[in-house]
């Protein structure tokens, strides 16, 4: 489950993504889309396609802060999305929802997990701080959270789940 952002927050996020592309490093394609995971599981059954659809869902605005890596071997760039009481609310919701699902990740339970957009993947120690002159700023900027997709990279298909 992913959170999906407006089209000029998105416009922003893709523009940082060629940029590290650019460098030769592994960000994010034109096939990809900018959004915040709040929810992944191996299976998510389909009898929970009908009460994730009926989430009570209304646009709301974040904000995408500082960068972030995570890991220390193939670490990841990211940008933190600053939390907020109706963000960490509507993933709580959906987690319940999926919770008892096969193959969620730790990291994404709602006691450890990071709200945050992915820059680049697989980067390596002499990358790092190209990457990081790239892409980094002063500021934060908002973003509108849109809507709540479905992504299921197996098939590579998506379909949206509520929309405001």
């Known amino acids: 489950m992913?959170?999906?952002?407006?089209?000029?927050s998105e416009a922003t996020v893709r523009g940082q993504w060629a940029l590290l592309r650019e460098l030769g490093l592994h960000a994010p394609g034109a096939e990809h889309r900018p959004h915040i995971t709040v929810a992944v599981a191996s299976e998510i059954w389909p009898r929970l396609e009908k009460p994730l659809g009926q989430?009570?869902?209304?646009p709301f605005t974040v904000r995408l802060g500082g960068l972030?890596?995570?890991g220390s071997r193939s670490p990841i760039l990211v940008r933190a999305v600053v939390p907020s009481a109706e963000l960490i609310a509507?993933?709580?919701?959906i987690f319940r929802i999926v919770e008892d699902c096969p193959g969620i990740p730790a990291n994404l339970r709602p006691d450890a997990w990071t709200p945050h957009v992915t820059l680049a993947r697989r980067l390596r120690p002499g990358q790092i701080q190209a990457a990081l002159d790239a892409v980094a700023w002063d500021k934060d900027f908002r973003a509108t959270v849109e809507g709540i997709r479905r992504w299921d990279g197996d098939r590579r298909v998506e379909w949206p789940v509520a929309a405001g």
């Open 2 to 8: 992913e959170l999906v952002l407006d089209s000029t």
């Open 55 to 58: 989430q009570d869902f209304q």
């Open 68 to 70: 972030l890596m995570f």
């Open 90 to 93: 509507l993933q709580h919701r």
